[in-house]
């Protein structure tokens, strides 16, 4: 999974976080790497590095941060909840799934993720079922240590996501190697 929050609310709070230069490594890079590319193809920045300075900038800056602003106010949405994005989470219930065992996180299926997310009610169903991570691939983790947070507002809901995402991991008792985030680009020239 990129970043570390699956479903709408805490998929926002990252977004918002990011913009303003906090976000996870993985999800900033990824947006910079892709806006990087709209920047060169849009004749706005001459080569991918420069294009990459100029997103960072706007990270750094603020002014990021500054058009999301302006772009949710100019489709009715209110800057308070982009300035205080924890309000957009209301979840009645909250619980934690935990290592099984000492190791390294092997493997996160993501897919068994997002569907974890929609059987606590996440996705288009409400905003306010969502799932945290706590830790990644590659991570090294204790026996009992937390890997996820869930929010729901169905207890039955919770109960049944949570099972679901206690089997989406897989671990290893040796070092795992980190894979790269993106694995290629494709150009109408080649991959």
């Known amino acids: 999974p990129l970043g570390f929050s699956v479903g709408n609310a805490l998929e926002v709070i990252e977004a918002i976080d990011t913009l303003k230069g906090n976000g996870p490594k993985d999800l900033e890079d990824l947006c910079v790497a892709l806006g990087s590319y709209m920047l060169v193809s849009a004749g706005k920045a001459d080569s991918l590095e420069e294009a990459a300075d100029k997103l960072r900038g706007t990270l750094k800056d603020g002014s990021a941060y500054e058009k999301m602003i302006e772009f949710v106010t100019a489709q009715g949405g209110s800057r308070e909840d982009v300035e205080n994005p924890q309000r957009l989470l209301h979840a009645t219930y909250t619980d934690t799934i935990t290592a099984p065992k000492t190791g390294y996180i092997a493997h996160i299926q993501s897919e068994e993720v997002g569907l974890a997310a929609m059987t606590a009610g996440g996705g288009r169903e409400t905003k306010d079922s969502v799932i945290v991570l706590n830790k990644k691939v590659g ?3 204790k026996e009992n240590e937390p890997l996820a947070r869930l929010y729901a507002n169905d207890k039955a809901k919770l109960e049944a996501a949570k099972k679901r995402l206690a089997g989406a ?3 290893s008792e040796e ?12 150009t109408e020239k080649d991959i």
């Open 139 to 141: 991570d090294f983790v």
């Open 169 to 171: 991991y897989s671990f």
């Open 175 to 186: 070092p795992v190697p980190a894979r790269p985030l993106i694995h290629g680009v494709i």
